[in-house]
């Protein structure tokens, strides 16, 4: 079984190993249209400001509680 290539430099792997997501993962994304391969940078900045905001939720509930964080 091959790797298919996406934009002849960039392999599906290494696409996924830069996502920090699985390779069927990603697979999925793409065929949802989640992911434009043109700008995976813009993905992954995208996905860890959702992140950081989640966290920040939780911090804030933590400390509404009084949690001792």
């Known amino acids: 079984m091959s790797i298919p290539l996406i934009d002849d430099d960039v392999k599906l792997e290494q696409a996924a190993q830069f996502l920090n997501v699985s390779q069927p993962y990603l697979l999925q994304l793409l ?6 391969l043109n700008n995976l940078a ?7 400001k959702i992140s950081q905001q989640a966290l920040q939720q939780l911090v ?6 009084d949690m001792g964080y």
Do not use: I, P, S
């Open 31 to 36: 065929e949802q249209g989640a992911v434009d």
């Open 60 to 65: 804030d509930q933590a400390q509404e509680l």
């Open 42 to 48: 813009a993905y992954k900045a995208e996905r860890k």
